[in-house]
């Protein structure tokens, strides 16, 4: 049975497996290309040391998250000719330094690998369900969508739904 493109898990993920099993026993696969964000701090808490984010939570509907990821799949293999895509995401709660996400994307050439995976990240931070809380010194709460965000996947023809 074929590994599933999309899988959302717990458990931390072995980029090199992944990337191994995406692109074997395809000799079509000439590139890969692969993303992996981490829990950061951010937004200048070098400087407001109470706002440096100490953990993370990531929650999100089972199936409906799913079923939301491999429609952006099938939109990133109508755009791109790529071969194979395998999107990885964490939920539950994150420290510091942990892996939350892996986009994969095997192709013939770099560059329809370097834009898949890109443009499939752009949709992943404002289309799928996930909802993420961050913990700091001053307390929890919820993380909003970033209108940054939304303007790179307007880059794509795409209008964000979270305005």
């Keep these: 049975m074929p590994t599933p493109r999309v899988r959302i898990?717990?458990?931390d993920f072995d980029v090199?497996?992944?990337m191994a099993a995406l692109r074997a026993h395809d000799a079509r696969v000439g590139a890969v290309c692969v993303f992996v964000g981490t829990v950061r701090d951010r937004d200048g808490a070098a400087s407001h040391p109470e706002h440096r984010v100490q953990a993370m939570e990531?929650?999100?509907y089972p199936g409906m998250t799913e079923k939301a990821i491999e429609a952006m799949i099938d939109e990133a293999l109508r755009r791109f000719d790529v071969l194979g895509v395998r999107i990885i995401h964490r939920v539950g709660p994150l420290l510091p330094e942990d892996q939350i996400v892996m986009v994969a994307v095997t192709s013939a050439h770099r560059h329809e690998s370097f834009q898949a995976c890109e443009f499939l990240m752009d949709y992943l931070k404002?289309?799928?369900p996930f909802w993420k809380k961050e913990h700091t010194a001053q307390g929890a709460h919820w993380v909003d969508a970033r209108v940054s965000d939304d303007a790179a996947l307007a880059r794509w023809g795409i209008e964000a739904r979270n305005a």
């Design 9 to 11: 898990q717990t458990e």
């Design 16 to 18: 090199s497996a992944e």
């Design 58 to 60: 990531l929650e999100h």
């Design 126 to 128: 404002t289309q799928a």
